[in-house]
């Protein structure tokens, strides 16, 4: 058996996704490519340019302790998503426009602490959703919360299914897994900062300037 391409991407014309003779399908355009409701494969790229439009879905049901999942861009046609591409700086912009000009917008669902001993700040997780624009390791970010600025560094980037154990985050800290080096926007994230009195509510921002 060979390696099936599975068309090309409606919206910039490369490859987007191969079916391996073991029938696993493989993104050629990075891990994010995916199949449309109508068939049609976006490449990663272009999926990476349209999460800020379609962002990816995560919602924690408490009640089941599980994590929903549900992506809007899979919803779309081929045709739709031409069009959506056609929409997108503009959709951008506007959304920068109403969340203050700043560089990098995470909207918070969620907080978690943990105390680190007496000398040592606590470490606080924050659960939620980068709008628009990257947050990096190490940056320095300001939480906006009940019309107060804190600021502080950005010491991890993990996945948002680590919302479940919202116990044990001084284990999770000491874990090999790196996690990941970059938030980008349209995907839900856990970020985590070091500060001493840090309290937010769901729907509070952390920017980047
Ligand atoms: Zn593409």
Same mark, same amino acid.
């Given at each position: 058996m060979k390696d099936?391409?599975l ?21 050629? &355009? $990075? ?5 449309l409701?109508? $068939?049609v494969c976006l490449? $990663? ?7 800020v ?24 046609t ?7 591409? $056609? ?11 109403s969340?203050?000009?700043?560089n990098a ?7 978690? &602490? ?11 997780s924050?659960?939620g ?9 190490? &940056?320095?970010?300001t939480?906006?919360s ?24 001084k ?7 790196p ?6 926007n349209?995907?839900?994230?856990r970020?985590?900062?070091?500060g ?13 300037d």
């Open positions: 099936v391409s068309g090309n991407c409606p919206i910039c014309g490369r490859a987007a996704l191969t079916e391996y003779s073991g029938g696993h399908l493989s993104g050629y &355009e $990075g891990p994010n490519a995916l199949r409701k109508d $068939g490449c $990663g790229s272009c999926v990476r340019r349209l999460r439009m379609y962002p990816l879905n995560c919602r924690f049901d408490e009640a089941k302790r599980e994590l929903m999942t549900t992506d809007p861009l899979r919803e779309l081929a045709e739709e998503a031409v069009e959506a591409n $056609g929409q997108v700086v503009e959709y951008r912009e506007s959304l920068r426009e969340c203050g000009f700043h917008v995470f909207l918070v669902d969620a907080m978690a &602490e943990s105390k680190e001993g007496l000398l040592q700040a606590p470490l606080v924050f659960f959703q980068v709008l628009y624009g990257s947050f990096f390791m190490l &940056e320095e970010v939480i906006l009940g019309g107060k600025e804190t600021k502080a560094q950005v010491v991890a980037i993990d996945e948002y299914k680590y919302r479940i154990p919202l116990s044990g985050l284990d999770w800290m000491r874990r090999t897994d996690g990941v080096q970059v938030g980008e349209g995907y839900p994230y970020l985590v900062v070091q001493k009195g840090i309290s937010v509510q769901p729907g509070d921002l952390i920017v980047k």
